[in-house]
């Protein structure tokens, strides 16, 4: 990975579209750092369109899209896509998205409390559309390791549901969906764009944003990433100096310099 003032001009020039990852790659802990919030305007008003690719929830979505200098948010790992179309706030939902998840969170939650009895619910999954997550490294309290994690990934995967594992959750689904998927697909029929690889860059912290970093030649790591560096096949193009929201507003000054 090269360090990302190594990017050139040239290829600053082919970017309206920064896609980023949220916990862990805009974050530092919470609150969200008041650079980082700044960052994001700064991007906007350069002309640079952001969209946070993200495994939080529908519901956090819903409200941010109104409240963040953001183009659209894609949430819960891609079941989801929150945007605003004059002035009015639309959702686009994969079509892979089962309509009985009632039934689909029982069967993933049954399978891992019955290796995993005290493995905890996300905090937020009360406002979660399709996706069901296991905390792992969120609230201090119930944290487990990485392994333990993707083995509670596998054990969902075990009766047929998708998932990833990232810097904070184990997000378990059924429907074939997941960031990449749907960031094309959300790009192809909403926006109209067959090839976003060729105008965006893709900013994340963790492995699950693995499939990311392969498909788009810009992408960028927060130097958090090389926690995860070992578990990784593909890597990013790309790391900053600084880690989590830091090392996004430092990234985000790089590119607003070189688009002028």
Not at 6 to 34: F, H, Q, R
Not at 79 to 102: C, I, M, Q, T, W
Request: with cysteine.
């Amino acid at each position: 990975m090269k360090n990302i003032n190594e990017i050139t001009k040239e290829e600053v020039s082919k970017i309206k579209y920064v896609l980023t990852d949220i916990d862990g790659t805009l974050t530092n802990g919470w609150p969200l750092l008041p650079e980082t919030y700044a960052a994001l305007w700064r991007l906007k008003e350069a002309g640079f369109k952001v969209i946070p690719v993200t495994g939080r929830t529908a519901g956090w979505a819903a409200v941010n899209i109104t409240d963040w200098p953001v183009e659209a948010i894609i949430a819960e790992s891609g079941s989801v896509v929150y945007y605003l179309e004059n002035g009015s706030r639309k959702a686009f939902v994969h079509p892979s998205v089962p309509k009985d998840k009632e039934t689909a969170h029982k069967k993933i939650l049954d399978a891992v409390r019955a290796k995993y009895p005290n493995v905890k619910v996300s905090m937020d999954q009360f406002s979660r559309f399709n996706d069901f997550a296991f905390n792992y490294a969120e609230e201090k309290e119930d944290a487990l390791s990485f392994e333990t994690a993707k083995d509670i990934l596998a054990t969902a995967e075990s009766v047929g549901a998708h998932g990833n594992v990232s810097s904070i959750h184990v997000n378990t689904w059924f429907g074939d969906y997941d960031k990449l998927p749907m960031t094309l697909l959300y790009f192809k029929e909403k926006l109209g764009i067959d090839d976003p690889a060729s105008c965006a860059i893709y900013f994340g912290d963790a492995a699950n944003d693995e499939h990311m970093f392969e498909h788009f030649p810009m992408s960028c790591g927060v130097a958090n990433i090389v926690k995860y560096a070992r578990y990784m096949e593909h890597l990013p193009k790309y790391v900053t100096s600084g880690e989590g929201g830091k090392g996004f507003a430092e990234a985000a000054d790089i590119l607003i310099e070189l688009k002028k």
